[in-house]
């Protein structure tokens, strides 16, 4: 037999990194993006207060409280409450687009912070219908895209607006998109 020839030790490197890849391929190791980082879709239903939305387009406070029933492509699905605050400079005859951070707490453990920064607004037979347009800053999904369609109808009457302390209260039937940036 001949000799043995000599390895350096970044040959050993190679031959071992190597060694680890082809061991995790057979095992079956997940890929890099997988759970967590893949994109994925919410609907669910919240509870908006305002700090009073009335005739005037000053800005006003916004809180939400909702929850979501998520799910992917891969089978994940999970139930997440969250929570929105920000400010709007809407009326209560046409809605702006608002500036607002969201904290999404998946059941599963994880969680999602969602930064909106624009949107558009529509209102139809006092249905408003919102689109907002932002970006996950931490968690599920961060660097990604994020969008979510908001359809509120206020709670009372529609007099409610051009009284003192506006419109306080309404619900909003929601739907959240979270792609790949």
């Known amino acids: 037999m001949g000799e043995a020839m000599p390895v350096s030790r970044r040959g050993v ?4 990194g190597s060694f680890a890849m082809v061991a995790a391929t057979a095992l ?3 890929a890099a993006h997988a759970h967590g980082s ?24 916004v809180s939400v409280d909702g929850l979501y029933h998520c799910s992917d492509d891969s089978g994940w699905k999970a139930t997440a409450p969250y929570h929105t605050e920000g400010t709007t400079p809407g009326t209560c005859l046409l809605f ?6 969201e904290t999404v707490r998946y059941s599963d453990g994880t969680k999602s912070v969602i930064e909106y920064k624009n949107g558009t ?3 139809l037979l006092g249905v408003n219908r919102a689109t ?10 961060k660097g990604s895209t994020a969008q979510k369609t908001i359809q ?3 709670d009372g009457l529609p007099t409610d607006c051009a009284l003192a302390g506006g419109i306080r209260h309404s619900t909003g ?9």
Not at 13 to 16: I, K, N, Y
């Open 13 to 16: 490197g190679t031959v071992l």
């Open 28 to 30: 079956g190791a997940p």
């Open 38 to 61: 893949s994109s994925f879709e919410c609907t669910g239903q919240e509870n908006i207060t305002y700090g009073g939305l009335g005739l005037s387009s000053e800005p006003t406070t």
């Open 96 to 101: 702006a687009s608002n500036q607002s951070r």
């Open 121 to 123: 607004s529509t209102r």
């Open 132 to 141: 907002l347009h932002g970006v996950v800053v931490a968690g599920r999904g």
């Open 152 to 154: 509120t109808l206020p």
């Open 173 to 181: 039937f929601t739907h959240l998109s979270v792609g790949a940036a």
